[in-house]
């Protein structure tokens, strides 16, 4: 038997009478540490730091009978994996809407509603990318490094939930790419695309954005400023999620002392009891002879 006690937002992974809590889990000998915390129902991608008896530990660290395993969550970054890679992400199947608000932000961000899980998997491996999902067993899967298990359901939250976690306010570039095909949007002269314009927009405006890819034009009209206002809603909000982090944080922080000091000191004598414990695309897109990419 091993002692495990899972922290802060981990817990919302593993059965309810075990949460906020030291548990014994019966374990084979020599099994990795990862099998333990995956066994319990948490993806590796949402762990940050291993202690095994108060000392910092991998996820191949081996157990023993008697070990004590604390696991804390990914908030915390200990460089328990990879450094994080450029913010390229793979969305599963279930999360369009947030693919496209990335894409609105000029995050470059693969999705398609028919992309297999090996399809992920191999992106993620492959391309570096972050895999956005709400399938738990998905994150469980060796090749993916990183990973974001999405816990809010409506889209505005779910980006302000990625923002924050993956801290992406200072890279975000709104309207630099293709909400549909995932491409880079560059600046186009009026004269070039006028006739695949409305005539109220061709009257109207001057400035114009194609996608390099599938062509599609873009310009600065009413659905774009109502775009550019739910994106600041999202990132603004996105200050106030930092401050919960933080605070959370530095709980975690004080739990990791106490948890290695616990681990560390001498056992109580024995004559004495021990202590308790105490959405759409901007304005336009015109359609054009080229078709755009299914998945990105």
Not at 35 to 46: K, M, Q, S
Not at 84 to 107: I, Q, S, Y
Not at 248 to 260: E, F, P
């Amino acid at each position: 038997m091993v002692s495990l006690r899972f922290y802060a937002e981990l817990n919302d992974f593993i059965a309810a009478d075990r949460r906020q809590r030291d548990f014994e889990w019966a374990s084979a000998a020599d099994v990795p540490v990862k099998h333990l915390i995956e066994g319990c129902g948490v993806p590796h991608t949402e762990v940050a730091l291993i202690l095994v008896n108060g000392e910092p530990a991998g996820f191949d660290r081996r157990l023993c009978a008697g070990d004590r395993v604390a696991v804390y969550p990914a908030f915390l970054a200990f460089g328990l994996r990879p450094p994080l890679p450029a913010a390229r992400f793979v969305a599963d199947a279930h999360l369009g809407a947030l693919a496209r608000l990335l894409r609105l932000a000029g995050f470059d961000t693969v999705y398609g509603n028919r992309l297999a899980d090996d399809e992920i998997e191999r992106l993620a491996a492959v391309e570096g990318r972050v895999v956005l999902t709400r399938d738990r067993d998905l994150l469980k899967r060796r090749a993916i490094g990183h990973g974001c298990y999405v816990h809010a359901q409506q889209p505005d939250l779910q980006l302000r939930e990625i923002v924050a976690r993956l801290d992406l306010a200072d890279r975000v570039q709104p309207f630099s790419r293709c909400l549909v095909c995932n491409a880079r949007l560059l600046p186009v002269a009026k004269r070039l695309v006028s006739d695949l314009l409305p005539g109220r927009v061709r009257d109207r405006l001057d400035s114009f954005h194609r996608c390099q890819d599938c062509q599609r034009i873009y310009w600065e009209g009413s659905h774009w400023r109502r775009m550019r206002e739910r994106l600041q809603r999202a990132l603004a909000a996105t200050a106030a999620a930092h401050a919960v982090t933080a605070a959370a944080a530095t709980a975690a922080a004080h739990a990791v002392t106490a948890d290695a000091a616990t681990a560390a000191a001498p056992p109580p004598p024995t004559t004495q009891p021990a202590a308790g414990n105490c959405s759409g695309t901007f304005d336009g897109a015109c359609a054009t002879s080229r078709t755009s990419r299914g998945t990105r």
